[in-house]
């Protein structure tokens, strides 16, 4: 059974930093894309930050050189540090996995991926 778990969410100050990480099991991550995704109340889930099983990353644009996407594959587990923060990063980030293949140019888009968490709140305060 395909499980992912986030955590390390909360509240921080404009500038701040947080790391999230997703616990996952059920599938072996070399075999899958692996993502951050986010979503803010009373908007589309978009694209944050994912790595290919080749270990490529892409990031949206409004949070490179902020965000850093890395995995663990011997502790099967997905993070994100995040840095710089600012209040627009506030939102529900989500860890997910899509099974390949998936085109370079749809790594960013939700649909591509299968297997989601359940999120953790990141809360900016300005």
């Known amino acids: 059974q395909v499980q992912l778990v986030e955590s390390g969410g909360g509240s921080v100050q404009s500038g701040g930093s947080l790391r999230l990480s997703c616990e996952f099991s059920?599938?072996?991550?070399?075999?899958?894309?692996m993502g951050w995704f986010r979503q803010a109340p009373g908007k589309e889930r978009e694209g944050v930050a994912v790595?290919?099983?080749?270990?490529?990353?892409s990031y949206a644009d409004s949070v490179k050189g902020r965000f850093t996407i890395s995995q663990d594959n011997a502790k099967n587990t997905l993070y994100l540090q995040m840095n710089s923060l600012k209040p627009e990063d506030t939102a529900m980030y989500y860890c997910?996995?899509?099974?390949?293949?998936?085109?370079?140019?749809?790594?960013?888009?939700?649909?591509?991926?299968?297997?989601w968490g359940p999120g953790t709140p990141v809360n900016v305060s300005s």
């Open positions: 059920g599938f072996t991550s070399t075999n899958y894309c």
């Open positions: 997910a996995a899509a099974p390949p293949p998936v085109a370079f140019s749809s790594l960013l888009l939700p649909g591509k991926y299968l297997h």
């Open positions: 790595i290919t099983r080749r270990g490529s990353t």
